[in-house]
């Protein structure tokens, strides 16, 4: 894995060549489907994920838009977790930095489970690269769905990073002080 994945950087790495990266990006997503965790732990650190990909979206590289959907649709999808045990934080940051910035990314509309149309690969709201394979990385819901913009998604990734620091502090807290002296501050700051 750790060869694929230095391979696939560098055929990312300062490459103005559409094809190239077309033709890269493709495998990149045909490792993703088949290789294991090791693999996939790889492609979603920050150093790949950050570094390698989404610097392909600087206007400096002229990318296609369905390239850079493709692009955005990893992030995204990457960002929702795989089904094996890889720790995806890193890539989330990537995503929710990207939101922040006020990317728009493809629609994740999966209930048209059609091959890849490439007449349709020009408008910005096209599933063109939510083919099924790629579902497949994704929990399967049960019971009705509920969409989210990726605003919502974004907005609740933050909300979620909020309550954990503030369990942290509290928990934190609670270790320092011990019951009957308690320093009125931090009892404010929990109450």
Known sequence: PKDAVKALKKKLSKNCNHKEIRLTLSLLEMCIENCGPRFQSLVVKKDFCKDKLVKLLNPRYNLPIDMQEKILTFVMTWARGFQGMVDVS???????????????????????GGPKASSQASTKSSPSSASPAKRSLLPLPVGPTL???????????????????????????????VPGSENPDDMNLLQ
Do not use: H
């Not at 990207?98 to 493809?106: D, I, Q, T, Y």
């Open 90 to 112: 890193e890539v989330k940051e990537v995503y929710l930095e990207l939101l922040k910035k006020g990317v728009e990314f493809p629609s994740s509309d999966t209930s048209k």
């Open 147 to 177: 969409l989210l913009t990726p605003e919502q998604i974004g907005k609740l990734y933050s909300e979620l990073d909020m309550a954990k620091m503030n369990v942290r502090v509290m928990s934190s807290i609670l270790k320092e002080n």
